[in-house]
C-alpha cells in the first residue's frame, strides 16, 4: 500500500479564495482524521470520520470549514472562504486499530 | 474533554537513554500511541499501548499504567538522528477518537 496519499502538497492562495484538500487514506482503515498543525497551537484534531460518517466536528474551527468523505477512499477538507489564520500545515491520517499512519501533509498559505 | 501533558522539550548526547513521560485525562481509554515527528515531516507511529507494561521495539520500549494515566517512552543508544518531536496520543474510548499531546522536542546532541 502507498500509505495515506494527500493533495496537493503545498497551496498559496488568496484570501477569500475557496481551499479544497484532499486525502486518500490507507485501504482497510475504518478511521479517518484530519488535523492541523501550527507552532502556536500544535497538532489540532479537526473532524473524525468512522466508516465515512462523521462522527466528531467539535475541532472544526468554524463555519467556514467542511469536510466529507463521500466512500471509503476519499475525504475532503474544504475552506470557504479561506483567511490568512488558516496558514498551516493540514494532515490526514487513517487508523483501524492502534496505529493511525499520516499523509505528508499539505502547506496551506493564505495571503 | 481530553487532555494530555508531557515535557515541552528534553535535551541528551548520543549513546544515552532519555524517557519522555505522558499524563492524560480522558473520558474514556482506549489505548495510549506514541508518535516521531521530524521537522518538516509527517508524525510516524513508533509504538501502542493498550494494556498495562512495556512494549519493546528495537530501541525504543513504550510504557502504560492506566490506573496511573501514565505512560512514557524510554529512547535508548540515542542516535542523532533521533532529535526529533516525540507525541503522545489517546485514543478516546467513548468517540474512539485520537487525542495529541503538545508534544516534546528531543535534541540529541554529539
Not at chain 1, 466508516?51 to 466512500?71: L, T, W, Y
Not at chain 2, 521495539?57 to 526529533?84: N, V
Not at chain 2, 485514543?91 to 503538545?102: C, E, H, S, V
Request: charged share 20%.
Amino acid at each position: 500500500d502507498a500509505g495515506v496519499i494527500q493533495s496537493p502538497r503545498h497551496e498559496v492562495t488568496e484570501m477569500g479564495q475557496e481551499v479544497t484538500l484532499r486525502c486518500k487514506p490507507i485501504s482497510g482503515h475504518n478511521s479517518l482524521f484530519w488535523y492541523r498543525q501550527t507552532m502556536m497551537r500544535g497538532l489540532e484534531l479537526l473532524i473524525y470520520f468512522n466508516n465515512n460518517v462523521p462522527i466528531d466536528d467539535s475541532g472544526m474551527p468554524e463555519d467556514r470549514f467542511s469536510a466529507k468523505m463521500p466512500n471509503a477512499s476519499f475525504s475532503t477538507l474544504k475552506i470557504q472562504p479561506s483567511e490568512p489564520r488558516d496558514s498551516a500545515v493540514y494532515f490526514c491520517a487513517s487508523s483501524s486499530v492502534g496505529a493511525a499512519f499520516f499523509g505528508q501533509g499539505t502547506r496551506l498559505t493564505v495571503v | 474533554g481530553q487532555s494530555l501533558e508531557q515535557p515541552s522539550e528534553v535535551t541528551a548526547v548520543e549513546g544515552a537513554i532519555v524517557q519522555i513521560n505522558c499524563t492524560y485525562q480522558t473520558s474514556g481509554f482506549y489505548g495510549l500511541s506514541w508518535y516521531q515527528q521530524h521537522d518538516g515531516g509527517a508524525p510516524t507511529f513508533l509504538s501502542y499501548n493498550a494494556l498495562d507494561g512495556l512494549e519493546e521495539t528495537g530501541r525504543f520500549s513504550s510504557f502504560l499504567s492506566r490506573s496511573d494515566s501514565y505512560g512514557y517512552l524510554l529512547l535508548q543508544e540515542l542516535q542523532m538522528k533521533d532529535s526529533a518531536s516525540y507525541f503522545c496520543a489517546v485514543r478516546d474510548g467513548r468517540a474512539d477518537k485520537l487525542i495529541f499531546g503538545t508534544g516534546t522536542r528531543l535534541q540529541v546532541f554529539p
